[in-house]
């Protein structure tokens, strides 16, 4: 008899943990690490909050437009590149 009820009790802790590893293997799965946001910034994305990015108008590196040179119109990503030639 005491066996048993151990034998249901066991059983019990065993399902509530079987269940409680699967909604937690399964849940950040479902709402994503919210990168795609991130990676999607890196373009000429015209977000709100996201800084504006620019590129040198003679290496061609991307940078943050408030961080640009400007001469000419064209954004330079510094004062070394402003005096050489635009590719
Ligand atoms: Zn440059």
Redesign the pocket.
């Given at each position: 008899m005491m066996m048993r009820l151990l034998f249901w009790i066991a059983l019990g802790i065993l399902v509530v943990f079987a269940i409680r590893s699967k909604l937690r293997g399964s849940l950040p799965r479902q709402s994503g690490p919210g990168a795609p946001r991130d990676v999607q910034g890196e373009g000429e994305g015209e977000g709100g909050q996201g800084e504006r990015m620019v590129s040198?108008?003679?290496?061609?590196?991307y940078f943050p437009a408030s961080e640009a040179v400007r001469a000419d119109g064209l954004d330079?990503?510094?004062p070394?590149?402003v005096r050489?030639p635009a590719r």
């Open positions: 040198c108008a003679h290496c061609h590196l330079y990503c510094s070394a590149h050489l």
